[in-house]
């Protein structure tokens, strides 16, 4: 009986270990292999299968995977192939697979042939459309030299070439159409390119030159949208180059450099003067500021009463996310009061009821940017405002209660009114314009007014015929503001100023310049008796400087015959022009109250030697160095700018600072030097008189007597 049981018990245990067995080794599920073939392949193919590659040398049957699963989809792709070969897949690039091997996979490979050629003529970057096989590719040529098109064509391609328009370039290529048989390594482009911008970017209070700087250029396109149309930079000298510009009447070129505040000038090209050229002063930035952007923050000038006040969270991104990281801001107090030229752009503002353009009078600016910890600009969040304290100009004749707050905008080149502000005093008893804001650029508290105009006319002074396409400016003497104007295709022109006001009018311009005239303008448009004439070789020298000392004061000697040192002519406020060999030099503007300008105009030098320019303290407290004063000098087109590097007692024995000296030689040859040294105004004259060495020179110009 036990051992029945025993046995039964062991049956039952081989069937329990029977069927547990059976459970683990069911029959695997079948696996299946993909495979085709390759023709006309000469080198190496690489072909992707989903996440798998295979590289393949040899035309015949291929092997892409055998450990495919019934209901996998396989997606086929070229990875890479031979540098002169087209391969494709001609079968299904993507597979299933169905309880079956896949063994159709067909991939044929074609000799393919490139085009390469040379472009010459452009100024900037130029598009390439190639339409072929009723496709379309388009390769961009970025500079001048040769290039190859990113297609290749198999043989017996035709291939059609057209140079898409580009802004300020006349392109033809060569040939037009091509039948591909082999590489082509002769397409010529060929451009010629209209409109150009030089300038050199340099440091308003020094003139030193700013390298690296960036330039932007803005243009109105044909839906009157602002584009950037082109970047440069400034190279060691300051110095750039836009080419290929284009005919605009407006184009607004953008400045930026670290420790300085944005800048802008507007330029124009067309056909009466399709090259400019144009000088960049930036202002250093007052003083900057870091804090937390998640907390209100208050930015104080110690110096005037300029504040902007913002609250927590105010700062987005470019992207437009909320930034919390630190913020630095960068902040310039700008006072056109001794001179309008370092407003941005023209005082021109878009009045918001007619929608037209009236020329305005500043009474203050500032210009504010902030950037996040890696120097990437941030702006206010929509729906944050700042307030701002914008100081009272020093030169703010009657300045109005309420004001029209306007901010610059860097892309169109042009004003817009967005708010006003009102005037206040602070508790140091000093005048601002305050108002709200909702984003960050230069903004100015200025009143628009009715203009009226000067009319009148441009002569060369050699020739006594019209000059066309040349720039005029008009100066306020009495109001703080600048208004530009050019001459027609007969030379006219028609320059809008304030009524009721005294404006110094003059051509400033690469091709030409003249004296300047002080006009009192009448309550209506005005015509000038005699027309403005112009040298081309001309030097014009502005004097301006602070609300003290009140009366600086311009001084010019030269030879009256070539190359004395004895024999010399002094241009001063008592004497203030002289004719030397039928030359006659002005000084247009003499100053007695504060802030300038002094011009002084020399139409051309008519002697070989030595002239010294220099400017004595004649009264008033602080000194030339303290007022600060600057001396800008146009040569050719070209600005220059001078300051005094050190402090001295002007109101004492040394009441001169010498500034340069402009050396003409017996051929015509001017080099123009600084100087930088204080002197007695008994001895303002020839360096080598003084013991004084001028530096190296900063121009040196052919000019003709």
């Known amino acids: 009986m036990k051992t029945s049981l025993k046995w039964l018990s062991s049956v039952a245990m ?116 190639y339409n072929y096989d009723q496709q379309t590719g388009t390769d961009t040529i970025a500079t001048n030299g040769s290039f190859t098109l990113s297609s290749s064509f198999i043989e017996g391609t035709e291939v059609n070439f057209t140079v898409l328009p580009t802004v300020g370039h006349n392109c033809t290529v060569s040939p037009q159409s091509i039948v591909l048989t082999e590489n082509i ?5 060929e451009c010629n390119t209209f409109g150009q911008v030089t300038g050199r970017v340099s440091a308003y209070d020094t003139g030193n030159s700013l390298s690296g700087a960036k330039i932007e250029a803005y243009v109105l396109d044909q839906d009157n949208q602002a584009t950037l149309l082109q970047t440069t930079n400034s190279d060691d000298e300051g110095n750039f180059s836009l080419i290929g510009t284009g005919y605009f009447d407006r184009i607004s070129l953008r400045a930026t450099a670290e420790n300085y505040a944005t800048r802008s000038e507007v330029v124009r090209t067309n056909e009466l003067n399709p090259d400019t050229t144009v000088s960049i002063a930036m202002l250093n930035v007052d003083f900057t500021e870091t804090f937390s952007a998640t907390e209100a923050k208050d930015i104080i000038d110690p110096e ?62 500032l210009n504010a940017t902030f950037s996040d910890a890696n120097n990437n600009t941030l702006q206010l969040a929509n729906d944050k405002t700042a307030q701002i304290r914008i100081p009272l100009a020093t030169r703010g004749i009657n300045p109005p209660a309420t004001i029209p707050l306007i901010h610059f905008n860097e892309q169109t080149g042009i004003w817009d009114v967005e708010g006003e502000a009102q005037l206040l005093t602070d508790e140091q008893d000093r005048q601002y314009y305050a108002g709200e804001v909702a ?32 720039r005029l400016i008009a100066d306020g003497v009495d109001y703080i503001g600048r208004s530009v104007a050019y001459t027609n295709a007969a030379g006219e022109f028609s320059i809008a100023v304030r009524p009721n006001s005294e404006v110094l009018l003059s051509i400033r311009d690469a091709d030409g310049q003249s004296n300047t005239m002080r006009i009192n303008v009448p309550a209506s448009n005005m015509s000038l008796d005699n027309c403005l004439t112009t040298e081309q070789g001309a030097m014009i020298v502005s004097l301006s400087w602070g609300e003290h000392p009140r009366d600086l004061d311009t001084h010019f000697k030269g030879p009256t015959v070539a190359n004395s040192l004895t024999e010399r002519f002094h241009i001063y406020y008592s004497n203030r022009s002289e004719t030397v060999e039928g030359v006659t030099m002005y000084l247009d503007v003499d100053d007695t109250d504060s802030f300038g300008p002094e011009v002084l105009t020399i139409p051309s030098f008519p002697l070989a030697g030595s002239y010294i320019y220099s400017v004595k303290h004649y009264s008033g ?85």
């Open 304 to 365: 005037t009463a300029l504040r902007i006040s913002l609250p927590e969270n105010a700062f987005v991104d470019s992207q437009g996310n909320t930034y919390t990281g630190q913020v630095t801001a960068a902040i310039t107090n700008i006072d056109a009061s001794s001179d309008p030229a370092i407003m941005p752009g023209y005082y021109l503002a878009i009045d918001p009821q007619a929608q037209e353009e009236m020329v305005f009078e500043s009474f203050g600016a």
């Open 14 to 129: 081989l069937t329990m270990l029977a069927a547990c067995g059976n459970s683990d080794n069911e029959t695997p599920e079948s696996l299946y292999s993909l495979s085709g073939t390759v023709s006309g392949l000469n080198g190496s193919l690489v072909v992707a299968a989903n996440t798998n590659t295979f590289t393949i040398n040899s035309n015949g049957n291929i092997d892409l995977g055998s450990n495919y699963t019934s209901g996998t989809s396989v997606n086929l792709s070229i990875s890479s192939q031979p540098d002169s070969q087209l391969c494709s897949i001609t079968s299904d690039s993507t597979v299933t697979f169905t309880d079956s091997n896949i063994n159709n996979v067909a991939i044929d490979c074609v000799d393919v042939f490139s085009i390469s050629g040379e472009a010459t003529g452009l100024g900037r970057g130029i598009e390439l459309q």
């Open 621 to 705: 407290s602080s000194t030339i160095f303290q007022s600060p004063t600057r001396v800008e000098v146009l040569l050719n087109g070209v600005s220059y700018v001078f300051s005094p590097s050190v402090d001295a007692d002007t109101n004492g024995e040394n009441d001169t600072w010498l500034v340069f000296e402009v050396t003409v030689s017996d051929e015509g040859t001017v080099a123009l030097s600084p100087i930088d040294s204080y002197t007695n105004v008994n001895n303002n004259d020839i360096p080598e008189a003084i013991s004084v060495t001028p530096q190296k020179a900063l121009a040196v110009k052919q000019k003709a007597n």
């Open 439 to 470: 984003h960050f650029s230069t903004w100015n508290a200025d009143y628009l007014f009715e203009s009226v105009t000067i009319s009148g006319c441009a002569l060369d002074d050699e020739t006594q015929t019209p000059i066309p396409g040349v």
């Open 185 to 189: 390594d002769n397409l010529s482009v």
